[in-house]
């Protein structure tokens, strides 16, 4: 039997480790795979040929367990974009080599909108050249921004926290009868998913004044005025925005520079809430902070949603599976097939159609004014949340699996 290698990219999420966990079991299930290997630090570690044998490492169910609730990524990962076959064919021919040398008929890349990229720009060239072997995707981000998935693993956990987060700022800032503003940055470029979930506070007790999404054109003076009413009653105001927001001319609030991009060409963004902090205070002169939620955020595995970490675990399962059947150029996804109850199916799409494409915000789920969300957003949201993991724990404290970096 052929081998699986599995290698995980982008940022670290809550979920990752459910969704590698799931790799591992499905390829056990599928009863065509030999042994599972892990790539670290993604495809710049496999063409550093830098392979660990995961089937040695997790060969129990209790080293699996520990493995599916452990945060972050446990194989290191990489934001590195794989060139064209055309401006650089050796790197792929350098991944077929060590691919083949290590007997490998599946790879599973675990990642965002850049990692099925990846798996897209493999998948061809495999196809192509007649490499047998099978390439799929398993979708991994916070930012919930992948087409083709009704939600990304990483979201629900990530969206739990958020929303437990100012659930409990809220009651913070509540404290004294003066004004003030709170302003709390939250991550998505380009999808404001993760700020919206902000709003879920509301549903157990008090969440933010205003939601500031990238969907809606940021109109900083309309912003200001809004603040005003508030402020001469002396009550505290609380803001979620998101770090991507954009004013009516694409230009992001948050923007260091034009020329301040990453690997793949995305600019940098920082600092939306210090400048909103800066502006308040210049209007009003009272007291105001802005708060970054920033890495803190994305592996907060304390407060990880089961229904997370379950449906990761369970696409990861689906990836391999679908691998060992010899699909390709594919990514496994979730359809949802219910609210209420909360139903959903797991199922396969080709890679082309979610590989540099962004999933918005509905804009009919934000109000008409942009400061806040509707009822539909929180009917989506409210499920993926539900169910609490406890964490392997020694000595009060949380046991996770170890790293292999």
């Not at 040695?56 to 794989?82: D, H, M, N, W």
């Not at 699909?327 to 159609?353: D, F, H, W």
Request: with cysteine; proline share 5%.
């Amino acid at each position: 039997m052929k081998n699986l290698l599995v290698a995980q990219s982008g940022g670290p999420t809550t979920a990752i480790n459910a969704t590698l966990a799931g790799v591992l079991h499905g390829a056990r299930q599928s009863g065509k795979v030999g042994t599972v290997y892990g790539g670290l630090h993604g495809i710049q570690g496999i063409l550093q040929q830098k392979l660990v044998n995961l089937s040695a490492a997790f060969a129990t169910e209790e080293e699996l367990q520990r493995l599916k609730v452990t945060p972050a990524a446990i194989l290191g990962s990489c934001r590195y974009k794989l060139p064209t076959p055309q401006a650089d064919e050796a790197v792929y021919k350098a991944i077929v080599e060590i691919l083949q040398a290590n007997n490998i008929g599946v790879f599973v890349y675990i990642g965002g909108n850049d990692s099925m990229d990846t798996v897209a720009k493999l998948s061809a060239y495999f196809k192509q050249n007649k490499v047998d072997i099978a390439v799929m995707g398993a979708p991994k981000t916070i930012d919930n921004d992948l087409c083709e998935t009704d939600h990304t693993p990483g979201f629900g956990s990530a969206a739990k926290y958020v929303a437990f987060t100012f659930a409990e700022l809220v009651r913070d800032c509540h404290v004294y009868p003066v004004a003030s503003v709170t302003v709390v940055e939250v991550m998505g470029r380009d999808a404001g998913w993760l700020t919206a979930s902000a709003a879920l506070a509301n549903v157990a007790d008090k969440g933010p004044d205003f939601i500031c999404l990238p969907e809606h054109p940021f109109n900083e003076e309309a912003f200001l005025q809004k603040l005003a009413a508030p402020l001469q009653q002396h009550r505290p105001v609380v803001v979620a925005v998101s770090e991507g927001i954009k004013t009516a001319t694409g230009a992001y609030v948050g923007e260091q520079s034009a020329n301040a991009t990453d690997a793949f060409g995305h600019k940098q963004l920082a600092g939306v809430g210090q400048y909103l902090e800066k502006r308040i205070k210049e209007r009003y002169g009272c007291k105001v902070r802005s708060v970054q939620l920033n890495l803190m955020q994305r592996c907060a595995a304390h407060l990880a949603s089961a229904t997370d970490l379950n449906e990761a675990f369970e696409l990861g399962s689906t990836a391999a599976l679908a691998g060992a059947q010899g699909t390709t150029g594919q990514m496994a996804c979730i359809q949802r097939l219910s609210n209420t109850p909360y139903t959903v199916s797991y199922q396969t799409t080709p890679v082309e159609k979610v590989a540099n494409q962004v999933k918005h915000v509905p804009k009919e789920w934000i109000t008409p004014d942009g400061s806040g969300v509707t009822q539909e957003m929180i009917d989506y949201l409210l499920p993926l949340v539900q169910g609490h993991v406890e964490p392997v724990m020694e000595n009060g404290l949380p046991s996770y699996a170890p790293l292999f970096y």
